[in-house]
Structures are given as C-alpha cells and as structure tokens.
C-alpha cells in the first residue's frame, strides 16, 4: 500500500496547521517542512507544499518522485465568489482552472484551456463529508472585485485560489489521484472582499478554522479512500 500525502499551500495555512499537531516531529525538503500524523491506522505525511503556482507545481511534483503516493490531498483556503458559496463552506474542487494566463500573440483561450484539468472524482460516490462540488480558478493573485461577473460568465467560477490547479495538473500528468478540498475563508464581489483589509488579519484568523476543520474530517476521507480501493 503506498502513502497519502496531504500538501498545505500557503504560509499562512501551514501556519494554522503545525499548532494543531504539537508532537509532530518537523522534517525538511528543498521544497518545503514536512512530518506525519496517524490518521485512520496509516501514517500520513503532512507537507507545506508553499505559495503561488510555481511553488505548488514544484512541490507536487517533489511529493510524487518522493513518496509515489496512492493520493496526493490538497488542504487550504480559497476565496468565494458571493452569493455562490458560504463563508466556512467545505469545497470538493471538480475541475480545477489557471484563469490568469494571458496570451496576446496566440488564440488568447488556447493557455487555459491547457492549463484546466478536470479531476477524476469517479472514486467519490458518495462523499463521507458535507462538502460542495465547484470549479476552482487559480491564479497568481486575489480575486478582483470588478472581475467577478466575468470569472462567473466564463467558467462557472464559484471559488478561487493560487494552488489548486497547478497541483491538479501535475497530478494528472504522473497518473496520481488528487483530491483537493478546501474551505472558504472570506468572500468577494463586486463592491469588495471581506478580508482585502491590507493586513491579512481577517484572513488569517478564518485560516485557523479552515484548517482545524479540514483535519478533523481527514480521517473520514482516508477510511473512505482505502475503501473505495479494495
């Protein structure tokens, strides 16, 4: 049986995790800190895998030729857009899309479109957790409010982060399951964002809970995966 890695993205994630397991035992990479946890009868490995898409496609890829993974797990926060998802929701990422790449030379769809990657879930009849399915958009920046009506248009956005689709993609292209689940720490529309307060404060704050949250149901998801493989 091989490993299951859970990869924390953000500083300020891994941040609000390492308190949560006190007597982990801190390992580095070039990449990132690492320990492991007892989760449902295995150990689990636990790895900051850092900020931003270049960082989170680095890591992913460091994680596989590593540890050869049965499931990559990706743990974080990700921004809402208003009125689609609820602050502290739990999100179950579907398909998983770079929306910042701009191309002016060539078909200006053509880098996203390479850059989607829609996640096999086949696994997931019946998920052990309340959870939301969405597409995600990940990009090199926070959401911009006057963008939202245009991200909704376009991709059904509903969520956003730096990491999701980047590790997705990875995954996808070295053959290992990903399961991205992340909870929603602030929300944004038009008029603004609840924590674009210049001080990361609020986000913060709402990061902790995020994290306390997702551990607590990692168990369930472990069980659940390991089922669905016999």
């Not at 899309?97 to 769809?109: A, C, H, K, Q």
């Not at 609840?194 to 404060?201: C, I, K, L, R, S």
Request: with cysteine; charged share 25%; aromatic share 10%.
């Amino acid at each position: 049986m091989g490993r299951i890695v859970v990869i924390v993205s953000a500083d300020g994630e891994w941040r609000a995790t390492i308190p949560l397991f006190p007597n982990a035992k801190m390992n580095n990479s070039p990449l990132g800190e690492w320990f492991t946890i007892p989760v449902a009868g295995e150990e689990v490995i636990v790895y900051h895998g850092g900020w931003g898409k270049v960082h989170a496609a680095a890591s992913t890829e460091y994680v596989i030729e590593k540890w050869h993974p049965d499931l990559v797990i990706n743990f974080g926060t990700c921004g809402g857009f208003k009125g689609q998802v609820n602050r502290f929701d739990t999100v179950l990422v579907e398909k998983a899309i770079v929306y910042d790449f701009v191309s002016l030379i060539g078909p200006p769809d053509e880098g996203i479109k390479k850059f989607t990657t829609e996640i096999d879930l086949g696994w997931v009849k019946q998920p052990p957790t309340t959870v939301r399915r969405v597409h995600i958009l990940s990009g090199d920046r926070d959401l911009i409010p006057e963008d939202i009506p245009r991200l909704r248009e376009k991709f059904n956005g509903m969520v956003n982060d730096y990491e999701s689709a980047p590790t997705a993609w990875v995954c996808a292209r070295n053959n290992t399951k990903v399961l991205i689940l992340r909870g929603v720490s602030d929300l944004v529309d038009k008029s603004g964002g609840e924590a674009y307060d210049g001080t990361a404060t609020a986000w913060f704050e709402a990061t902790k809970k995020v994290m306390s949250g997702l551990f607590a149901i990692l168990p369930d998801w472990v069980t659940y995966f390991r089922k669905q493989q016999k």
